[in-house]
């Protein structure tokens, strides 16, 4: 796909894509261990212009010393604004985040206006609406995908899985982050999505990571990762951690995630050699199994 992110085919995966299967509500597990979270960052706001008439409500935690920008997908029916936790942390490590709040989010204005299948398509457009953004704002930075449950999904799309909509990845897409994933949505996910995602990956899930009525068996979160080419893939797996993780670490699993997730930033989106070689070196604490491939 040009740089140019030609809209004339966004419309086509939206037309495409409100014929597939409706999407689950992946609503937030029940709270569990929850840790303090470090100093929150204040987002501010940019209202972008999608093709479709919508207006783009775009969360940016601006980083002081900005090394890169992360692209961040919430998870369906949620919000940015919930994983201020972790994106905190990235915009600590020099990292930039933007957000835009999908249709889908019960935080959205205009959440009743759609059904969950406009979800998929509308996303699509939002993230390509948001990646054009950047690429006139923060010129010369590179771009990091990331996201939670369904927004993980989306997150892959950007960087080269390959859905009923078609293919959609941006080569300025240096790496993902995928909190827990969509599961293999039927009519949504083929036995090939992943076969092109060349793209670095880093999935975290864990035992107990399900949807009911959509993710019934936790494996189904590791389809990005075994399914993909081998090579810069990396999966951790917590035991007894649910949907939520991403949200509810304690203390000793969220300073995991944060040192991966930083590490995942520097060495793929900035090329640290440093940080690819704590990533080689990553040694799986009690309750923690980590796969590289």
Known sequence: MSHRHPFA??????ALALAVTPVAAFAASPAGRVAEAPAA????????AAPDGRTIDLSVWQAADERGVVVFSHGFNGSPAAYGRILSAWVADGFTVVAPLHVDSLRHPDHDRYDSRAAFSTRLVDLAVTRRYLRATHAGKPIIAAGHSFGSLMSLIEAGAVTVAGPLGDPDVKAVIAFSSAGDLPGVIRPDTYAGLHTPTLMITGDEDLVEGYVTDWHAHRSPFDR???GDKMLLVFAGADHSLVRNADAADFDLIVRTTTDWLEAYGLGDPAARAR?????APDGVTVESR
């Open 9 to 14: 085919r966004l419309a086509l995966a939206l």
């Open 41 to 48: 960052v204040v987002a501010g706001h940019v209202d972008l």
């Open 228 to 230: 993909s080419p081998a």
């Open 279 to 283: 990533l080689d070196d990553l040694t």
